[in-house]
């Protein structure tokens, strides 16, 4: 079952923050996030493999609760270039391999 | 070098004709993947290999066949086009047994007319 992200859509004005949120109903293994942009293909943020773990990325992070099943992707300070919608994908314990997607967020900084 | 690379970038068919689209990465990959995204942008999961294995036949239909004729490569063949096939399909592949992430072709638009 795939993943549920929330919000989805967000408009900002550059400068401004945001957090986009992934939830499962299944135990996860892993959390995977990816940004694409319009017309290209999906390209790789970062990965959370344990428990509770964040991640940093410039000003992009994450943060990996095993617990509730959720992971939440921070974008601070945004910048034009974090236009785009972000993607996490997920696998389950007992089906690594298995990358499922949830539906997308799309996120547009205005100048 | 393109780490993974899909042909052809567009393909426009009628309904009833058959394509294949042909997907190679040069990463050296264990698993390649054939994800399926909508007008709406959803990003389905339709089938995966692992060292030429089959490990993933989500609820697609029979008109979609997978071949891996080595690790590098994962084609799809696609009988009887109808017009909800119509979609931008990507390829993508990783290492699942070092937990990377996974590199997307630039995907392949299919227009079915």
């Known amino acids: 079952q795939q993943p549920v992200q929330s919000p989805q859509a967000v408009i900002l004005r550059e400068g401004e923050d945001a957090v986009i949120n992934c939830s499962s109903s299944?135990?996860?293994?892993?959390v995977h996030w990816y940004r694409q942009k319009h017309g290209e293909a999906p390209v790789f943020l970062m990965i959370l493999l344990k428990g509770g773990e964040q991640k940093g990325h410039d000003k992009i992070s994450a943060s990996f609760n095993e617990k509730k099943q959720q992971s939440s992707l921070y974008l601070t300070a945004s910048q034009l270039s974090y236009s785009g919608t972000y993607f996490c994908?997920?696998?389950?314990?007992?089906?690594?391999?298995?990358?499922?997607f949830g539906q997308g967020t799309t996120l547009q900084v205005k100048p | 070098d393109t780490a993974v690379s899909q042909t052809p970038k567009y393909l426009v068919t009628q309904m009833g004709n058959d394509k294949s689209i042909k997907c190679e990465q040069n990463?050296?990959?264990?698993?390649m993947y054939w994800y399926k995204q909508d007008s709406k942008k959803f990003l389905k999961i339709m089938f995966s290999?692992?060292?030429?294995?089959?490990?993933i036949n989500e609820t697609v239909p029979n008109r979609f066949s997978p071949k891996s004729p080595d690790k590098a490569h994962l084609n799809l063949h696609i009988n009887s086009l109808e017009l909800g096939d119509s979609a931008v399909y990507f390829c993508?592949?990783?290492?699942?047994?070092?937990?990377?992430?996974?590199?997307f072709g630039q995907g392949t638009r299919l227009t079915v007319v």
């Open positions: 993508a592949s990783r290492n699942i047994d070092r937990n990377t992430e996974a590199f």
């Open positions: 290999y692992n060292n030429k294995e089959l490990i």
């Open positions: 994908g997920t696998e389950s314990p007992s089906n690594t391999g298995k990358l499922i």
């Open positions: 299944k135990a996860l293994y892993s």
């Open positions: 990463l050296g990959h264990d698993t």
